[in-house]
């Protein structure tokens, strides 16, 4: 019940934000497809979410951060976000954090949204059963976003991307060859959630990832580029 109630409130929150979404038809309505966005808060996820689920009904699963899948990582994640926010955590603050993050953590395991990734393997994205849990979900046709970036950006700036999702691709030449990989950019959720807030989201058309037959180092290389200079433009073109 409670769990419901807190997706409710969310999408409430969503709505009194000024959304806006250019390429959504770039999405495919079906099948296996792999989001590569750029990441500038932690809002990133619901906002995403809720709009592909709005526009094409479909649900999207994140690579993201372990910490939400436990109870008192995610308090002392809520606890130094905040303190950076406002520059004070009192005691009080961090009951209420750790009861947050009880809730949302129950709520994450519950809704099945989230491939965990620990922080130490983030870097260079070798956890392998999180390769492995984004393998079987494009296997089984389903739509799954990662943030190259693997850790929040700076306003206005876009940090180098790994090649997690060339990784990804590269090992499912043979069982799902061919799978749509769609660059997007967001921008406006680095900002606190208040009332008419502005955020823009730019999806790109489809890239294929080809050319098997050169080394994996090199076409995993040439491929991240490819995908960062992407949503580097519609980043950009998000200020007009």
Request: hydrophobic share 35%.
């Given at each position: 019940?409670i769990e419901k109630i807190i997706k409710e409130l969310g999408i409430a929150l969503i709505k009194t934000q000024r959304i806006s979404v250019d390429g959504i038809d770039n999405i495919p309505k079906k099948g296996p497809v792999l989001i590569v966005s750029n990441h500038k808060n932690w809002k990133d996820v619901p906002v995403i979410w809720y709009e592909v689920k709005k526009h094409l009904g479909r649900e999207t699963y994140?690579?993201?951060?372990?910490?939400?899948?436990?109870?008192?990582?995610?308090?002392?994640?809520?606890?130094?976000?905040?303190?950076?926010?406002?520059?004070?955590?009192?005691?009080?603050?961090?009951?209420?954090?750790?009861?947050?993050?009880?809730?949302?953590?129950?709520?994450?395991?519950?809704?099945?949204?989230?491939?965990?990734?620990?922080?130490?393997?983030?870097?260079?994205?070798?956890?392998?059963?999180?390769?492995?849990?984004?393998?079987?979900?494009?296997?089984?046709?389903?739509?799954?976003?990662?943030?190259?970036?693997?850790?929040?950006?700076?306003?206005?700036?876009?940090?180098?991307?790994?090649?997690?999702?060339?990784?990804?691709?590269?090992?499912?030449?043979?069982?799902?060859?061919?799978?749509?990989?769609?660059?997007?950019?967001?921008?406006?959720?680095?900002?606190?959630?208040?009332?008419?807030?502005?955020?823009?989201?730019?999806?790109?058309?489809?890239?294929?990832?080809?050319?098997?037959?050169?080394?994996?180092?090199?076409?995993?290389?040439?491929?991240?580029?490819?995908?960062?200079?992407?949503?580097?433009?519609?980043?950009?073109?998000?200020?007009?």
């Amino acid at each position: 019940m409670i769990e419901k109630i807190i997706k409710e409130l969310g999408i409430a929150l969503i709505k009194t934000q000024r959304i806006s979404v250019d390429g959504i038809d770039n999405i495919p309505k079906k099948g296996p497809v792999l989001i590569v966005s750029n990441h500038k808060n932690w809002k990133d996820v619901p906002v995403i979410w809720y709009e592909v689920k709005k526009h094409l009904g479909r649900e999207t699963y994140f690579v993201g951060t372990s910490q939400l899948t436990d109870v008192y990582e995610c308090a002392a994640m809520f606890n130094k976000y905040f303190s950076e926010k406002t520059g004070k955590n009192s005691a009080f603050k961090r009951a209420v954090n750790l009861y947050l993050a009880e809730i949302i953590t129950k709520s994450i395991k519950k809704w099945d949204c989230l491939i965990p990734v620990k922080k130490e393997y983030g870097k260079q994205f070798n956890n392998r059963r999180a390769i492995v849990t984004c393998k079987r979900k494009l296997e089984e046709g389903k739509l799954v976003c990662i943030f190259p970036e693997y850790k929040r950006c700076e306003e206005n700036k876009i940090n180098r991307f790994l090649p997690g999702a060339a990784k990804i691709t590269y090992d499912l030449k043979k069982e799902c060859p061919n799978i749509p990989i769609i660059p997007m950019a967001i921008k406006g959720t680095e900002k606190n959630f208040r009332i008419y807030n502005k955020i823009r989201i730019n999806i790109g058309h489809i890239l294929y990832m080809h050319n098997y037959r050169k080394p994996e180092k090199v076409i995993r290389k040439k491929f991240t580029k490819q995908l960062e200079d992407k949503v580097r433009l519609l980043y950009a073109s998000s200020f007009s």
